[in-house]
């Protein structure tokens, strides 16, 4: 089955840091991946995904950028960090074909 | 805006007593699913309901899904302290390309 891990679990960073959330993705190939940010108390706020190798699609305009340089690695990155890019990051992986997404433990930011 | 509302926002019962939570969203699907989240965790996957599908169960779950109202709702029964966690519904909507759109989420706390 296909297993889902996110690096580091926690990241505290100051403001005008730079970013780079890993997800990684073992057990299936070939799936659509897809990077979340949840806010305290609310829910999911989709931010790129991606069908392929090379292939991103952003959904909201910010200061963030997202990779997909493998099949099995999808890069969260920002080149300067603000405080409101703080919260939960969760990347999610669908299988082809399938309608169901499995995620990731997870990355807790705070930016201070 | 968010596709999917739950209702209520935040649930507490006692252990053994059904829980209901409610899901409004305003756009044809091609399906509905409900994932949990405990706290701090990556979200699982609960059920999935076709539009198609009227009802579906799986286990202690019961989920309804009525297209005409545009509404879903998650039944638990015979709850468990395990069973605290937060609840989200998320809508594959119909031309949405892959994506899930997730609701805000029911806060539900089953007490001994």
């Known amino acids: 089955s296909q297993t889902i891990h996110q690096w580091p679990a926690t990241l505290v960073q100051p403001v005008g840091s730079p970013l780079s959330l890993e997800c990684t993705v073992e057990?299936?190939?070939?799936?659509?991946l897809y990077w979340y940010r949840q806010a305290a108390g609310r829910g999911l706020q989709l931010l790129f995904y991606?069908?392929?190798?090379?292939?991103i699609s952003s959904e909201v305009p910010q200061n963030l950028s997202a990779s997909r340089p493998q099949d099995r690695q999808f890069i969260l990155s920002s080149k300067k960090l603000l405080l409101s890019d703080s919260g939960f990051y969760l990347c999610?992986?669908?299988?082809?074909?399938?309608?169901?997404?499995?995620f990731g433990p997870g990355t807790r930011l705070t930016v201070l | 805006s968010q596709q999917g509302e739950e209702d209520p926002q935040a649930l507490s019962i006692q252990e053994g007593e059904n829980a209901t939570m409610n899901c409004s969203y305003k756009t044809s699907i091609n399906n509905l699913q409900w994932y949990r989240q405990n706290s701090g965790r990556g979200l699982v996957h609960l059920i999935l309901?076709?539009?198609?599908?009227r009802e579906k169960h799986s286990g202690r779950l019961r989920v309804t899904l009525d297209t005409s109202k545009k509404s879903s709702s998650l039944l638990i029964t015979a709850s468990r302290a395990a069973d605290t966690a937060s609840y989200f519904c998320?809508?594959?909507?119909?031309?949405?390309?892959?994506?899930?759109?997730f609701g805000t989420g029911t806060q539900l706390k089953v007490e001994l």
């Open positions: 999610a992986l669908r299988i082809w074909g399938t309608d169901t997404q499995y």
């Open positions: 057990g299936t190939s070939n799936p659509n």
């Open positions: 309901i076709r539009s198609n599908e």
């Open positions: 998320a809508t594959d909507l119909t031309g949405g390309g892959n994506k899930l759109t």
């Open positions: 991606s069908v392929g190798i090379g292939q």
